[in-house]
């Protein structure tokens, strides 16, 4: 996603429709297209501001309110498989779904037993 134009430019576009030229001329003189002009004057009528909305940031967690239970969790039982932790909160009124879980406890450096069933599909070795 490309970065939004600077205050100063939106600026400019705004003052020079308000001075009396048209949208378009206006578009061609800053090289902007014509409905992004449309959309400043919009926004500067709305809230007399050009500045743009918060751009980018990321989510926080679903689970990162519950941190300290989810790390208790793992600590008391380290080989504890995702549907299991997921159970152990679903009985604590935490619901969330086992990938959430599992991004959740990547992100935070936790680390837990991947596979319930890991050695249990091995063949025998010959001899």
Same mark, same amino acid.
């Given at each position: 996603m490309a970065k939004p134009y600077s205050n100063d430019l939106r600026e400019r576009v705004v003052k020079a429709v308000e001075a009396g030229q048209a949208a378009g001329s206006v578009a061609k003189m800053f090289k902007i297209g014509q409905a992004t002009v449309e959309r400043y004057l919009a926004r500067w009528r709305r809230t007399e501001s050009v500045a743009p909305d918060k751009f980018g940031g990321h989510l926080k967690f679903k689970l990162a309110e519950h941190a300290a239970t989810v790390k208790a969790?793992?600590?008391? &039982?380290? +080989?504890?498989?995702?549907? &299991?932790? !997921?159970? !152990?909160?679903?009985? !604590?009124?935490?619901?969330?779904?086992? @990938?959430?879980?599992?991004?959740?406890?990547?992100? @935070?450096?936790?680390?837990?037993?991947?596979?319930?069933?890991? +050695?249990?599909?091995?063949?025998?070795?010959?001899?």
């Amino acid at each position: 996603m490309a970065k939004p134009y600077s205050n100063d430019l939106r600026e400019r576009v705004v003052k020079a429709v308000e001075a009396g030229q048209a949208a378009g001329s206006v578009a061609k003189m800053f090289k902007i297209g014509q409905a992004t002009v449309e959309r400043y004057l919009a926004r500067w009528r709305r809230t007399e501001s050009v500045a743009p909305d918060k751009f980018g940031g990321h989510l926080k967690f679903k689970l990162a309110e519950h941190a300290a239970t989810v790390k208790a969790l793992v600590k008391a &039982e380290p +080989d504890a498989t995702l549907l &299991e932790l !997921q159970g !152990q909160l679903s009985a !604590q009124g935490i619901v969330v779904s086992v @990938s959430a879980l599992h991004r959740f406890l990547r992100a @935070s450096k936790i680390t837990y037993k991947k596979n319930a069933v890991r +050695d249990g599909a091995k063949t025998g070795r010959r001899r």
